[in-house]
């Protein structure tokens, strides 16, 4: 019994303290790893970012209800405190934790729905610092300090609240709607449309310096940030958009998307939107010297009174909070909107020229051809830094995840507890490197759709172009023997299909055994340079299957029963599988289980294309309702009657439009959702698609009636304002 009371006194007389340190050190926590989320798609970073979010704002909360408890005790003197002044003092730091940094507002786009809420608990947090103040009168020399702590914590507190708000849906939306309707960011006396026609109508392509990049992208995000609302667009903009984009190489084009959606990241997930501006610079410096002049009257006072470790952790407090301060300045200065907002003029102001030299506007932000680096080296770290997304494509392989399946049992009990998908993520999703090959081909694909729908002169047929899922590239291919694998399936199944095509294509290429060709590289031949659509075909494969499976909500305009289908076609091959699994090489494994499942048709059909068209309609009335095995089947054999190189073509093109037509079908609030997590190529596909003249994104049919209707809903909502 006595060590329970000894126990629970050392708590009483610490629990404060240790849980005030660990507020103040979430908060550098989360100051300095919070734009790596942006950067990486590990959960490695994501989770403990998640926790650290949350135990933020809980152990803030707990502290002040520990002051204002230990306030209540002090009135019979049997608090382990002796002091009320000190916690008063110490309640309006909780205050600035709970404002949280710049760096993080919502960690999900969901929270900024949450703004009510939080104006509520500004109003109780308030309430309960100030009854803890009052409570510390008569004797309460910390009086002037703990005034200015509460100024600035206020002002904090303030600012998350209100970027949450601009960054929630009806406010962002409404703010769009509101606004100037022509873009009025002006460069070098330009309007951005007027700066835009300009670059277009250029006659040829230059490479674009890296402020340039940034220039261009802001210009951009202004024109285009109703995206995110699905806002629509006129057909000048459209039309100015695609110009430009034209005459961009594959990786300008690509960096000033990234850039782009960099912007978007921070208006909803930071506190750029309040701190940007005149009136959050000022509120910056006004909170600074705040805290600055509450530590210097703290330093001044007599402190005889209060006990040494209490000392300690209130100049933690206060050092730390300049701290903060300081790092969320320099971050801010150096950041893309400071760039762009000191670059709008050819004939700055002395002052401005001076910011320009010393923040180095003009700085390299992507070095060129710079080497691999080493693992925990600088290069490393400035190799992430650098990153505007995870540059990363996440692998999911429906083959490897039947070869390696869970036991019965061990399923079941993840399951109970919801556990499935987030161990599938962990044990069967990989990660690699997004490749500028892959980047390359993809925005060559992107400009020969775009120039395929100038070509038609009725707009409604020039949609049909962006919403070919495969069909397509098969028709200009001359491959129509490959159309029913597309047209008489829906996207899911022909998805499904192509992927396990796909991957019995890749493991039962005998021509690539013997040269030893590397998926996803561009090789060297006797003839220049040969791009490797096998090994990037198969990552662009194993991508969409993992937006199928892993990203759902991504896909779920497009999907309909694709997981269904996908854990029947499973079943299907693990039972499959089982007779196969003697060899311990992983390569050799899944040769052996594509060779099983190529297997399962008849090579007698494919020497009669009445035959095999029987059987292929045979299998789809069947497979309504099962797994796609054998139709993949059919598909892979099929593909490969065809020469190699052209079937890995094919292929690598069929996947590029089966991305851009997930892309453009997925919703923008997802997108938006995404770029939380290190973004997803799709999301940059389908910024660029947007770039490049979608017809769902801008007015431009008659047809469109429901479009039309948004517009002139826009249009009242302007005029009855300006009323």
Same mark, same amino acid.
């Given at each position: 019994?006595?060590?329970?009371?000894?126990?629970?006194?050392?708590?009483?007389?610490?629990?404060?303290?240790?849980?005030?340190?660990?507020?103040?050190?979430?908060?550098?926590?989360?100051?300095?790893?919070?734009?790596?989320?942006?950067?990486?798609?590990?959960?490695?970073?994501?989770?403990?970012?998640?926790?650290?979010?949350?135990?933020?704002?809980? @152990?803030?909360?707990?502290?002040?209800?520990?002051?204002?408890?230990?306030?209540?005790?002090?009135?019979?003197?049997?608090?382990?405190?002796?002091?009320?002044?000190?916690?008063?003092?110490?309640?309006?730091?909780?205050?600035?934790?709970?404002?949280?940094?710049?760096?993080?507002?919502?960690?999900?786009?969901?929270?900024?729905?949450?703004?009510?809420?939080?104006?509520?608990?500004?109003?109780?947090?308030?309430?309960?610092?100030?009854?803890?103040?009052?409570?510390?009168?008569?004797?309460?020399? #910390?009086?002037?300090?703990?005034?200015?702590?509460?100024?600035?914590?206020?002002?904090?507190?303030?600012?998350?609240?209100?970027?949450?708000?601009?960054?929630?849906?009806?406010?962002?939306?409404?703010?769009?709607?509101?606004?100037?309707?022509?873009?009025?960011?002006?460069?070098?006396?330009?309007?951005?449309?007027?700066?835009?026609?300009?670059?277009?109508?250029?006659?040829?392509?230059?490479?674009?310096?890296?402020?340039?990049?940034?220039? %261009?992208?802001?210009?951009?995000?202004?024109?285009?940030?109703?995206?995110?609302?699905?806002?629509?667009?006129?057909?000048?903009?459209?039309?100015?958009?695609?110009?430009?984009? +034209?005459?961009?190489?594959?990786?300008?084009?690509?960096?000033?998307?990234?850039?782009?959606?960099?912007?978007?990241?921070?208006?909803?997930?930071?506190?750029?939107?309040?701190?940007?501006?005149?009136?959050?610079?000022?509120?910056?410096?006004?909170?600074?010297?705040?805290?600055?002049?509450?530590?210097?009257?703290?330093?001044?006072?007599?402190?005889?009174?209060?006990?040494?470790?209490?000392?300690?952790?209130?100049?933690?407090?206060?050092?730390?909070?300049?701290?903060?301060?300081?790092?969320?300045?320099?971050?801010?200065?150096?950041?893309?909107?400071?760039?762009?907002?000191?670059?709008?003029?050819?004939?700055?102001?002395?002052?401005?020229?001076?910011?320009?030299?010393?923040?180095?506007?003009?700085?390299?932000?992507?070095?060129?051809?710079?080497?691999?680096?080493?693992?925990?080296?600088?290069?490393?770290?400035?190799?992430?830094?650098?990153?505007?997304?995870?540059?990363?494509?996440?692998?999911?392989?429906?083959?490897?995840?039947?070869?390696?399946?869970?036991?019965?049992?061990?399923?079941?009990?993840?399951?109970?507890?919801?556990?499935?998908?987030?161990?599938?993520?962990?044990?069967?999703?990989?990660?690699?490197?997004?490749?500028?090959?892959?980047?390359? +081909?993809?925005?060559?694909?992107?400009?020969?759709? %775009?120039?395929?729908?100038?070509?038609?002169?009725?707009?409604?047929?020039?949609?049909?172009?962006?919403?070919?899922?495969?069909?397509?590239?098969?028709?200009?291919?001359? *491959?129509?023997?490959?159309?029913?694998?597309?047209?008489?399936?829906?996207?899911?199944?022909?998805? +499904?299909?192509?992927?396990?095509?796909?991957?019995? %294509?890749?493991?039962?290429?005998?021509?690539?055994?013997?040269?030893?060709?590397?998926?996803?590289?561009?090789?060297? @031949?006797?003839?220049?340079?040969?791009?490797?659509?096998?090994?990037?075909?198969?990552?662009?494969?194993?991508?969409?299957?993992?937006?199928?499976?892993?990203?759902?909500?991504?896909?779920?305009?497009?999907?309909?029963?694709?997981?269904?289908?996908?854990?029947? @076609? *499973?079943?299907?091959?693990?039972?499959?599988?089982?007779?196969?699994?003697?060899?311990?090489?992983?390569?050799?494994?899944?040769?052996?289980?594509?060779?099983?499942?190529?297997?399962? @048709?008849?090579?007698?059909?494919?020497?009669?294309?009445?035959?095999?068209?029987?059987?292929?309609?045979?299998?789809?009335?069947?497979?309504?309702?099962?797994?796609?095995?054998?139709?993949?089947? #059919?598909?892979?054999?099929? #593909?490969?009657?065809?020469?190699?190189?052209?079937?890995?073509?094919?292929?690598?093109?069929?996947?590029?439009?089966?991305?851009?037509?997930?892309?453009?079908? %997925?919703?923008?609030?997802?997108?938006?959702?995404?770029?939380?997590?290190?973004?997803?190529?799709?999301?940059?596909?389908?910024?660029?698609?947007?770039?490049?003249?979608?017809?769902?994104?801008?007015?431009?049919?008659?047809?469109?009636?429901?479009?039309?209707?948004?517009?002139?809903?826009?249009? +009242?909502?302007?005029?009855?304002?300006?009323?």
């Amino acid at each position: 019994m006595v060590n329970v009371s000894f126990w629970k006194q050392l708590w009483e007389t610490w629990d404060l303290r240790i849980m005030i340190l660990l507020s103040h050190f979430l908060q550098i926590y989360l100051i300095f790893s919070a734009p790596l989320r942006k950067r990486m798609s590990t959960p490695y970073i994501f989770v403990p970012m998640w926790l650290a979010y949350l135990l933020a704002d809980i @152990t803030a909360n707990f502290a002040l209800g520990l002051i204002s408890k230990s306030q209540w005790s002090r009135r019979d003197k049997s608090g382990p405190f002796a002091n009320p002044a000190l916690l008063a003092f110490w309640a309006p730091f909780l205050l600035i934790y709970l404002g949280g940094p710049d760096t993080i507002t919502a960690l999900v786009l969901e929270d900024n729905e949450l703004w009510l809420r939080l104006l509520l608990g500004l109003g109780f947090q308030c309430w309960a610092v100030a009854y803890a103040f009052f409570e510390s009168f008569p004797n309460h020399n #910390l009086w002037l300090p703990t005034v200015l702590i509460f100024i600035a914590g206020l002002i904090k507190y303030t600012e998350r609240t209100r970027a949450l708000y601009l960054a929630s849906s009806r406010p962002f939306r409404n703010s769009l709607l509101l606004s100037d309707p022509s873009p009025m960011y002006k460069y070098s006396g330009q309007t951005i449309m007027d700066f835009f026609e300009t670059e277009a109508e250029s006659p040829s392509i230059r490479a674009l310096s890296d402020l340039r990049v940034v220039q %261009c992208a802001y210009g951009f995000f202004e024109i285009f940030k109703g995206l995110i609302t699905d806002l629509i667009f006129s057909f000048g903009e459209r039309s100015l958009s695609r110009k430009y984009f +034209l005459k961009r190489s594959a990786r300008d084009a690509f960096l000033v998307v990234e850039v782009e959606l960099n912007f978007f990241y921070e208006i909803l997930y930071t506190k750029v939107g309040v701190v940007q501006g005149k009136l959050g610079y000022f509120l910056r410096f006004i909170s600074f010297s705040l805290t600055s002049a509450a530590s210097v009257v703290f330093y001044m006072l007599e402190k005889s009174k209060f006990e040494t470790i209490d000392i300690v952790i209130t100049y933690i407090l206060l050092l730390g909070a300049i701290a903060l301060d300081a790092i969320a300045f320099v971050m801010v200065v150096f950041s893309d909107w400071t760039s762009v907002a000191l670059t709008t003029s050819d004939f700055p102001s002395p002052i401005v020229q001076f910011l320009r030299t010393i923040l180095n506007v003009n700085r390299k932000r992507w070095p060129e051809n710079s080497k691999k680096p080493r693992c925990f080296s600088f290069g490393m770290i400035m190799n992430i830094v650098r990153r505007r997304w995870s540059e990363s494509l996440s692998q999911y392989n429906l083959i490897s995840y039947c070869l390696h399946p869970r036991s019965d049992r061990w399923e079941k009990i993840i399951g109970f507890f919801g556990l499935t998908n987030m161990l599938d993520g962990v044990k069967y999703v990989k990660t690699v490197e997004f490749t500028t090959d892959l980047r390359d +081909l993809i925005f060559e694909e992107l400009k020969m759709k %775009c120039e395929a729908s100038d070509l038609v002169e009725d707009l409604d047929m020039a949609k049909k172009v962006y919403e070919a899922r495969g069909d397509m590239v098969l028709r200009s291919e001359g *491959c129509n023997d490959l159309l029913p694998w597309v047209e008489k399936f829906d996207f899911d199944d022909s998805l +499904l299909q192509w992927h396990i095509a796909t991957e019995l %294509c890749f493991n039962t290429d005998e021509a690539s055994k013997v040269n030893n060709i590397e998926g996803g590289n561009i090789r060297n @031949t006797e003839n220049g340079q040969e791009k490797d659509f096998r090994g990037l075909s198969s990552l662009l494969s194993d991508y969409m299957v993992y937006l199928l499976i892993m990203q759902s909500t991504m896909m779920s305009t497009v999907a309909g029963i694709g997981e269904i289908r996908f854990r029947d @076609t *499973c079943a299907d091959a693990k039972e499959l599988f089982r007779t196969i699994k003697t060899d311990k090489e992983q390569h050799r494994l899944q040769e052996k289980a594509c060779e099983s499942i190529l297997n399962l @048709t008849d090579e007698s059909l494919f020497s009669n294309d009445a035959l095999l068209t029987k059987k292929l309609q045979d299998v789809i009335d069947k497979e309504r309702d099962k797994s796609v095995l054998i139709s993949a089947a #059919l598909l892979a054999k099929k #593909l490969k009657e065809k020469e190699r190189k052209k079937m890995w073509e094919v292929i690598f093109k069929v996947w590029v439009e089966l991305l851009c037509y997930a892309a453009c079908r %997925c919703r923008a609030y997802t997108h938006g959702a995404q770029l939380s997590k290190g973004g997803q190529l799709i999301t940059l596909v389908w910024l660029l698609m947007t770039h490049l003249g979608i017809p769902n994104q801008f007015q431009i049919s008659a047809a469109s009636g429901a479009k039309e209707q948004i517009l002139q809903e826009q249009i +009242l909502q302007e005029a009855w304002y300006n009323l």
